[in-house]
């Protein structure tokens, strides 16, 4: 059979990657898809300097466009990043019946429902494996490997920048300001990092996760995001301290009443495996009915780990370019006309143990206040440490575990504690998950 063409949009970071093991892995490549692919032409905007290692038997072009519109292009390839030019790209690629391969989460989070009904409408595919946690097979393991399951929760360290930094804060007591500003320099951070260090990044990943993993439209709208810039390296330290491993997390979770979407630091025992997830790594643990908790792990991002989703995305396309529409794998794991419509719950009524830091005045009572406003509310109390700061001072660190309990009046306990007088900072709070 003739190479299938592919027309690659995108020659920066992970599209090199993508275009250096198509060319270095082409023999087993072809193999496995059972016929040749080879890149027919490239769009990008600095072609001088892109770091593709063969560009031999390709087209370059600034013009993104050309590639998408030439007739000879089998397979649309989308590695440019955004949300509105990668839009049309995908749609116009889609209109003429060709099929997309993407690694773009924001597309797919903000947009896939429009995409995906496009492209059920015109018999094509639109693969994204490499949209969420990098190298690591997730969409293949939960939408394939998990079909016989019923999926009960989904938690992930989805964003490798968050995690390098509560990495660096636990185990060199560092500042979080200090070691943001060396991810920058190392290049896991963007010069603005309000992506990575405030959920938005980790929140596009989940929506995805959540829509294979339930059965439910895209909804990013709907997940709660919470970043990690108000982590303290005390914070870090008590956590130790208490036997918990401060994480990023992405929590998707089916309940009774309805689906909880939710991002925000979290507090995990450390004898979890998740909770050893260190530096720039990723992991998403999986709890299914049937084979119980599976966890998947390794490169969240860089060129070649996420080439290789990409490439794999390829290949599982080429295998079903001859394969009837209705008989493929569905884009979001449960055939299109049954995606339901469950109720995605308010964060108010998400229920979770609680991690709570004050600083109060260090004299009889206090705690007494604390606890009467937290019985009130219907919060029990599971642990209490206080440490005394320097010998000149007559304050104190109060640090409170809580059993678990409703968003909602954890919110509202708080509101009332910091309106003690002998409550002297506004309280840190961080939600605990066991992840059994």
């Given at each position: 059979m003739k190479p299938v063409k592919l027309g690659l949009l995108g020659l920066g970071t992970v599209g090199s990657g993508t275009a250096n093991v198509l060319k270095r892995n082409s023999d087993e490549i072809t193999r496995r898809a059972g016929r040749g692919?080879?890149?027919?032409?490239?769009?990008?905007?600095?072609?001088?300097?892109?770091?593709?290692?063969?560009?031999?038997?390709?087209?370059?072009?600034?013009?993104?466009?050309?590639?998408?519109?030439?007739?000879?292009?089998e397979v649309v390839v989308e590695l440019i990043g955004g949300t509105t030019l990668a839009r049309e790209l995908v749609l116009c690629a889609i209109d003429q019946g060709k099929h997309v391969v993407t690694a773009n989460k924001a597309l797919i989070a903000l947009h896939g429902n429009e995409i995906f009904a496009r492209a059920q409408e015109k018999g094509v595919i639109v693969a994204f494996e490499a949209a969420v946690a990098g190298g690591i097979p997730i969409i293949k393991a939960i939408r394939e490997g998990l079909a016989g399951n019923r999926i009960n929760w989904v938690a992930g360290i989805i964003n490798g920048t968050g995690n390098f930094i509560l990495t660096e804060m636990r185990d060199?007591?560092?500042?979080?300001?200090?070691?943001?500003?060396?991810?920058?320099?190392?290049?896991?951070?963007?010069?603005?990092?309000?992506?990575?260090?405030?959920?938005?990044?980790?929140?596009?990943?989940?929506?995805?996760l959540a829509s294979i993993a339930f059965g439910i439209p895209l909804q990013f709208e709907r997940v709660y995001t919470e970043g990690i810039t108000g982590i303290t390296r005390e914070d870090v330290a008590y956590a130790n301290e208490l036997g918990y491993r401060i994480k990023h997390l992405g929590i998707a979770r089916r309940t009774e009443q309805g689906i909880e979407l939710r991002v925000h630091p979290t507090l995990i025992p450390e004898r979890r495996l998740i909770a050893n997830v260190d530096g720039v790594m990723n992991a998403v643990l999986v709890s299914a009915d049937a084979v119980g908790p599976t966890l998947y792990y390794g490169a969240g991002a860089g060129s070649e780990p996420t080439g290789s989703a990409v490439v794999a995305d390829i290949v599982d396309v080429v295998r079903a370019m001859t394969t009837d529409p209705e008989n493929r794998v569905p884009h979001l794991a449960f055939q299109a006309d049954t995606l339901s419509d469950t109720t995605i719950l308010p964060m108010e009524d998400v229920k979770t143990s609680f991690y709570l830091r004050l600083r109060v005045l260090d004299r009889p009572g206090v705690m007494a206040d604390i606890t009467r406003i937290l019985a009130s509310l219907d919060i029990s109390i599971e642990a209490i440490l206080q440490k005394e700061q320097d010998d000149d001072t007559t304050e104190a660190d109060v640090i409170l575990l809580t059993h678990e309990v409703r968003e909602g009046n954890m919110v509202q306990a708080i509101r009332e504690i910091e309106a003690l007088e002998t409550v002297k900072t506004p309280v840190i709070r961080i939600r605990l998950e066991n992840l059994k």
């Open positions: 692919i080879e890149i027919m032409a490239a769009a990008g905007k600095n072609l001088d300097s892109h770091n593709c290692r063969d560009v031999t038997g390709m087209r370059l072009t600034e013009d993104a466009f050309s590639v998408v519109n030439d007739p000879e292009v060199k007591g560092r500042d979080f300001q200090d070691v943001l500003a060396e991810a920058q320099r190392l290049g896991y951070a963007e010069a603005d990092p309000t992506f990575d260090v405030e959920g938005i990044d980790a929140a596009h990943k989940l929506t995805i």
